[in-house]
């Protein structure tokens, strides 16, 4: 399985941003895709956005759409999230995790990172 490990978590006001990473430690780290998810309190655990291997293949949640931008360096084995404008509602613990290919079930998760949007 892949270790991954999120930082870049924490309080922001609304209409502000926020840059999560996740570090894979996989050397393959190039053949997973990768996805973000978040879980309010309360709430059941929701898809935010995905990106393949490759970075060719994108997919964001409706809620997302046009504020977030998911995107990864193979290099560095690392997938960001970079998040713009943001709102209340996007306030929760927000996990990567990966799949073995794009659509796949995700077997590994990292342990999140907390986001808090003030309004």
């Known amino acids: 399985q892949v270790q991954l490990v999120e930082s870049g978590g924490g309080l922001v006001q609304a209409g502000g941003s926020l840059r999560l990473s996740c570090a894979a430690s996989?050397?393959?780290?190039?053949?997973?895709?990768m996805g973000w998810f978040r879980q309010a309190p309360g709430k059941e655990r929701e898809f935010v956005a995905r990106?393949?291997?490759?970075?060719?293949?994108?997919l964001y949640a409706d809620s997302v759409k046009g504020r977030f931008t998911i995107s990864r360096d193979n290099a560095k084995n690392t997938v960001s999230l970079q998040m713009n404008s943001l709102k209340p509602e996007d306030t929760a613990v927000y996990y990567c995790?990966?799949?073995?290919?794009?659509?796949?079930?995700?077997?590994?998760w990292g342990q999140g990172t907390q986001v808090t949007v003030s309004s």
């Open positions: 990106i393949s291997s490759s970075a060719r293949l994108i």
């Open positions: 995790a990966a799949a073995r290919y794009y659509g796949g079930n995700y077997s590994s």
């Open positions: 996989e050397r393959s780290f190039s053949n997973y895709a």
